[in-house]
Nanobody, 128 residues
């Protein structure tokens, strides 16, 4: 069955960096676009970034543009999210999920309701 596992979260000071990984098992990741989402307590889940199946197209939420970079290594069945210049507002549980190239190219990729299979999430806490 399709499974995604996030890792790399933790506690980091403001201005610090963290790299998250999303590893797929039970399927070939090459066929799927992937999105990163996050959710803080008491807040709705929101889209952070996404990447097309080939890695050629990416999108970012305005709040993370210039600070976060999404990438993928299909040979390793893994998608990454490099997060730099972190702020307390970046705190939350980060999830990866399958999505579609259509949504990445020109749809509502950032709507969690449009995503497919989800990972379990990894906690990111930005605090001094």
């Amino acid at each position: 069955q399709l499974r995604l596992v996030e890792s790399g979260g933790g506690l980091v000071q403001p201005g610090g960096s963290l790299r998250l990984s999303c590893a797929a098992s039970g399927f070939t990741l090459d066929y799927y676009a992937i999105g990163w989402f996050r959710q803080a307590p008491g807040k709705e889940r929101e889209g952070v970034s996404c990447i097309s199946s080939s890695g050629g197209t990416t999108n970012y939420a305005d709040s993370v543009k210039g600070r976060f970079t999404i990438s993928r290594d299909n040979a390793k069945n893994t998608v990454y999210l490099q997060m730099n210049s972190l702020t307390p507002e970046d705190t939350g549980v980060y999830y990866c999920a399958t999505t579609t190239n259509r949504l990445v190219y020109g749809g509502s990729w950032n709507d969690p309701g449009n995503a497919g299979n989800w990972g379990q999430g990894t906690q990111v806490t930005v605090s001094s």
